[in-house]
C-alpha cells in the first residue's frame, strides 16, 4: 500500500495485527495531512501498537468488538469525504467486508493489504486431531488433522468471535473447561492460557472441553 498523496484526509482501518502495515504508512503521511485510524480489536489490552498510534497525531478511535463497539464498515465507506483515502489492512473477512463496502468508490479510494497469520495451506498438517465438547452448544465437534479448532467450528455453524485467524488478537479466545492445550498464540499471558485458548491456533491433546 502506499499513501495518496492527493488526499485531504487519510483513514487507516486495521484489523489486530494488521496494524503493523498501519505504522508503515503513518510515517509516510504528507506534512498537515489530516488522518483517523479505525482500530478493530476484541479487547483494548489486544491493541498492540496503541500508545504509538495515539502519539502518531492521528485521531484514534478503538473499535472494541468485545464491548459491542465493532466498526460499521459500510457506514464507514458512506461517510468518506470525496477526497479521503481509506486504508485497510487486516485479516480476511474484515478485508471481505471492506472490499463489499467499498465497491462503490472510485479504485483509488480505496487501498487494501491482506494479513493473515496463517503460515499454512489448505490441506496442510496442522498437528494431531483432537475432541472438542462444546458446553454451550452441547455439541462434540471433531477438530482434523489440517483445520484448526475455529475452522471446525465455523463449519458445523457455532457463532464465534474471530479476527486475525493468527494467534495475535485475541478474538476468538475461548475458556478451557477441561483438557490440556497445546498454545501456539501470540496474545495470552501464561496465567490466562491456565483456564484459556485462542481457538484459530492452539489445539487440544486429546479431548478438550470449551465453553462456546
Ligand atoms: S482470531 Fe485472532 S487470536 Fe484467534
Given amino acids: 500500500m502506499r499513501i495518496d498523496r492527493t488526499a485531504s484526509h487519510h483513514v487507516f482501518v486495521a484489523g489486530g495485527i494488521g496494524v503493523t502495515a498501519i505504522l508503515g504508512l503513518l510515517e509516510g503521511l504528507p506534512p498537515g495531512a489530516s488522518s483517523e485510524i479505525r482500530y478493530c480489536v476484541r479487547h483494548r489490552e489486544h491493541a498492540a501498537y496503541l500508545d504509538v498510534l495515539q502519539a502518531s497525531g492521528a485521531e484514534v478511535i478503538l473499535h472494541e468488538s468485545a464491548a459491542g463497539g465493532r466498526l460499521d464498515v459500510p457506514a464507514l465507506t458512506a461517510g468518506l469525504a470525496d477526497d479521503a483515502t481509506v486504508y485497510c489492512c487486516g485479516p480476511e473477512a474484515l478485508m471481505a467486508e471492506m472490499a463489499e463496502a467499498a465497491s462503490r468508490l472510485h479504485p483509488d479510494r480505496v487501498r487494501c493489504e491482506s494479513f493473515t497469520g496463517r503460515v499454512s495451506a489448505p490441506g496442510d498438517r496442522l498437528g494431531d486431531s483432537f475432541e472438542a465438547r462444546l458446553m454451550l452448544s452441547e455439541q462434540v465437534i471433531h477438530v482434523a488433522e489440517d483445520e484448526s479448532l475455529l475452522q471446525a467450528m465455523l463449519r458445523e455453524n457455532v457463532p464465534v468471535d474471530y479476527s486475525c485467524e493468527g494467534g495475535a488478537c485475541g478474538s476468538c479466545v ?7 492445550i497445546e498454545h501456539r498464540d501470540l496474545c495470552l499471558s501464561d496465567e490466562e492460557r491456565g483456564q484459556s485458548m485462542a481457538a484459530c491456533v492452539s ?4 479431548a478438550i472441553s470449551v465453553q462456546a
Fill in 203 to 206: 489445539r487440544g491433546k486429546g
Fill in 174 to 180: 475461548l475458556e478451557v473447561v477441561d483438557g490440556e
